[in-house]
């Protein structure tokens, strides 16, 4: 894409959404990306510039009549994406995208809380990170989150709790404060957390009793396929592998193309088209391909995972073991507005090696599995045989 990231990421919110993943799963650019090569912050800056779609036009054009008047160009942006029947776009504010974009190098700035909203609209803390600010000051999974900076959280989404945790990161970088009303218990008390800039392990190796190994990627973040490619090297040898795709709401498509590099030798990943100009992914030669290897699936696994998915089940390189997959097959490109605000607007689809659309459909497995998927992906490993 020559200088220019596109991206496969859900992202159906609007302002905010990058922060969503971050919060949900403590990752990246809470959205599900799909990038394809290219450095994301010089495209967004304009630094390299293709020919817009005429979608990005109209919304260039509603910002920049926006500024000449004196108004918003970021709300007559959102305006312009609401009208465009464009349910993946979203339009950041400068700030917003800069936390996009640490995340997707796996960084985010915030304190270190993993959460979720319960049925009843409470927000509950379900993880803490080690060494965090939150670890530090005694927060634990199960404390139920009540306010931040005062402000109720009950009942809010997810969405806005994040951006009420983590601030806009012009406004709000790493060092500001934040103070938290908790609960646990019949206990009520105030915490006020210095936010920090904090990293994310994207991809994390475990062994089986057998020796297999369990790789896991919670997105796909740059430096995830290298990350993969080491991981497969040193996996030992004759052994199998589980690649647990669960919950990935994708990423960059160059991260996720890199990954199928590390299991094909070279060939086609997937195919794409840009306002009809029809375009292709292929892995690098070089991969491990005599290893058995099972993907790991649900319907949390969207976008650019849906596409290194269907790469590996087309090529006949995995057994795709799980649930349906979420179903998100379009791609979106940045565009730098006149105050720095970021418009991301869909500007085509893509196809597994095969043909198949994604797009509202998703991936099946082979072997359709809810509970207890990764003990059966296990023993389908198992059942492939030994490599050599």
């Known amino acids: ?19 969503t993943l971050v919060f949900a799963s403590v990752l990246v ?47 007559a942006a959102e305006r312009a994406v609401s009208r465009s029947g464009d349910r993946w776009a979203a339009v950041y504010s400068a700030g917003e995208y800069e936390e996009f974009e640490d995340s997707l190098d796996g960084r985010y700035t915030g304190v270190g809380l993993w959460a979720r909203r319960e049925r009843d609209g409470r927000i509950e803390v379900t993880e803490v990170r080690p060494g965090s600010p939150a670890a530090g000051a005694g927060i634990r999974a199960g404390d139920r989150l009540r306010s931040i ?30 103070t938290l009303g908790l609960e646990r218990g019949t206990r009520a008390w105030t915490e006020t957390l210095r936010r920090a800039l904090l990293s994310t392990d994207s991809v994390t190796v475990r062994r089986l009793s057998d020796g297999a190994s369990v790789i896991k990627i919670s997105a796909f973040t740059r430096g995830v396929g290298n990350a993969v490619r080491s991981a497969v090297r040193r996996a030992p ?14 990423g960059l498509v160059s991260e996720a193309t890199a990954t199928a590099s590390a299991f094909l030798d070279g060939g086609l990943v997937a195919t794409y088209d840009v306002d ?3 375009r292709a992914l ?27 998915t269907g790469a590996l089940q087309d090529r006949g390189r995995a057994v795709v073991v799980g649930s349906r997959t979420f179903g998100k097959g379009s791609v979106q490109m940045p565009s730098r507005l006149p105050d720095g605000s970021v418009a991301e607007l869909t500007v085509g689809h893509y196809r597994t090696p ?18 207890g998927a990764l003990e059966r992906a296990e023993t389908v490993l198992g059942g492939l045989g030994d490599p050599s």
Do not use: W, Y
């Not at 894409?1 to 922060?19: E, I, K």
């Not at 900076?149 to 934040?178: F, I, K, Y």
């Not at 292929?282 to 290194?308: C, F, N, W």
């Open 354 to 371: 095969s043909g198949r659309a994604v797009d509202g459909t998703g991936i099946t497995p082979d072997l359709d599995v809810t509970d």
């Open 29 to 75: 650019a809470g959205a599900a990306t799909g990038s394809l090569p290219g450095d994301g912050r010089r495209a967004a800056s304009g630094e390299t510039r293709e020919a817009s779609t005429g979608r990005s036009s109209d919304v260039t054009r509603a910002a920049e009549e926006a500024a000449a008047v004196g108004k918003s160009p970021l709300d």
């Open 149 to 178: 900076d005062g402000h109720r959280v009950d009942g809010r989404p997810v969405t806005e709790v994040v951006s009420l945790l983590r601030g806009d990161a012009m406004e709000a970088p790493a060092g500001t404060t934040v």
């Open 1 to 19: 894409m020559s200088g220019r990231d596109l991206f496969c990421q859900p992202r159906r919110f609007g302002r905010g959404a990058a922060l």
């Open 276 to 278: 009809g100009d029809q």
């Open 282 to 308: 292929h892995a690098a030669p070089g991969g491990d391909t005599d290893r058995p290897l099972v993907a790991l699936v649900d319907g949390g696994t969207m976008s650019a995972a849906e596409l290194l």
């Open 237 to 250: 040898a004759g052994t199998g592998i589980v690649l647990d795709l669960r919950g990935n709401s994708g």
